[in-house]
Each structure stands twice: as structure tokens, then as C-alpha cells.
């Protein structure tokens, strides 16, 4: 499961990461070369696409009757779905363990500071939290499998193009600047590269942004989770 997670962010990385390099066809700031730029973007990826399906266990619990045991018990439904969303952190620091070679092997310079990468951890937990919690909520509305796979589907790339992995803020047109700067995905990603990769970063407004969503995300998935059990 590590390594057919990294697969296609790895192939983003390798290939697109590449080719882009070469032709110059983003501008990145501060001079850092595209293949730096777009590194913490693909690790940002991979925590998106690992948890946004992680709803499916929530319905697989339900059609096996362990979720009606459990939410007879006197846990709060938040804690189910904190517990779920933890677990959607963990997993999505898997797909590091091979990304982070990839990327030093293809020159990109990441930091050696042991409480940066910590923190760059957290940040990836956070996010993948996040959309665990998103895919919660949303299989809490649709009920099966089939429904949150066609909305996940939906929902993963316009989240991903309508961040700045690919390209900076600066460059998009202005209707999808004000939709980057409500995606969370936008701020995992600049916190990553400003704890990998040194640039200029907004780590505060990052971490408060991430917690914060996470945190929505839990109480209204936790408020949803009934809807699976009637």
C-alpha cells in the first residue's frame, strides 16, 4: 500500500516535475527552480488523494454493523470521526517515505532540520485529516460507496488545480485566486515549502487555517455520522 500510493505522485514529480523544469513555463518565485517549487505541491497531492476516499470505511463499518455497535456506546461521534481522521493523518505521511528520496535523487533541496521536518509531518497530518473529515461528511450525505466515489472523483483535482501545487497564486486569474485562497489544500502547501524548502512562508496563518478546518471538519462530520445508521 506505501508504494502503490507514491506511484502517482512520484510520476508527477518525475515527469511532469521534469518536463516543466525544462521548458520554463512557470515563473517561480524567489528564483528557486520549478522542480523545488512543485515538490512540497506533489507531497501536499499525495495526502489529498490518500484521505478523500476515506470515507469508504465508514460505510464498509456500517454495512458490516461494526459502526451501529460502536455509536450505541457512549463515545461522542466526534471522537469516531477524530479517531478516523487521525488515523487518514498517519497513512497520508506514508507516500513521504518515497516521495521525499524521489525528490532528493532529482536534486531538490530539502532541509536537514530534524524540528522543520516534524513540523512539515504535522502539516501533512493536518491536511490529510482534513480531507478524511470531508470524506466523512460527505459519505454521511451520500450514504454508498458508489455516490462518494463519483463525488470524491469530482472533488480531487478542481481542489488540487484551484491550489498553488502546480503554480503560484500570482499567476491565476483573479476568480481563482479568491478560490485558492479558501482551498486548505493552499495552505498545506505553502507550509511545506517554507518548512522543506526555505521560501517565504505564512507558517501561523498555515497551522491556524489547518486546524481550523480540520476542527469544522470534525463536528460537522461528527453531526452527519448519523445519517449512515438510520
Not at 191 to 214: E, K
Amino acid at each position: 500500500e506505501l508504494y502503490t500510493c507514491a506511484i502517482q505522485p512520484a510520476l508527477w514529480l518525475v515527469i511532469f516535475g521534469e518536463t516543466f523544469t525544462r521548458i520554463h513555463a512557470i515563473a517561480v518565485p524567489n528564483g528557486i527552480p520549478y522542480l523545488d517549487f512543485l515538490a512540497p505541491g506533489i507531497l501536499a497531492q499525495s495526502a489529498l488523494f490518500v484521505a478523500i476516499f476515506f470515507g469508504i470505511q465508514i460505510i464498509w463499518d456500517r454495512d458490516a454493523g461494526i459502526l451501529t455497535k460502536v455509536m450505541v456506546t457512549p463515545t461522542p461521534r466526534q471522537a469516531i470521526v477524530a479517531a478516523k481522521a487521525f488515523a487518514a493523518g498517519v497513512r497520508g505521511l506514508s507516500p513521504v517515505v518515497v516521495l521525499i528520496p524521489v525528490a532528493l535523487l532529482l536534486g531538490v533541496s530539502v532541509t536537514a532540520n530534524p524540528f522543520k521536518i516534524v513540523a512539515a509531518a504535522a502539516a501533512v497530518m493536518l491536511g490529510a485529516g482534513f480531507f478524511a473529515c470531508l470524506s466523512m461528511a460527505i459519505a454521511g450525505l451520500a450514504g454508498t460507496r458508489d455516490r462518494l466515489m463519483g463525488f470524491g472523483q469530482v472533488l480531487t483535482m478542481p481542489l488540487f488545480f484551484a491550489s498553488n501545487a502546480l503554480y503560484p497564486i500570482d499567476i491565476m486569474p483573479t476568480w481563482l485566486q479568491v478560490v485558492s485562497h479558501v482551498n486548505p489544500l493552499t495552505y498545506l502547501v505553502d507550509a511545506l515549502r517554507g518548512l522543506l524548502i526555505g521560501t517565504p512562508a505564512h507558517l501561523l496563518l498555515d497551522f491556524a487555517v489547518l486546524l481550523g478546518a480540520t476542527a469544522v471538519g470534525i463536528w460537522v462530520s461528527g453531526a452527519l455520522l448519523g445519517r449512515l445508521v438510520r
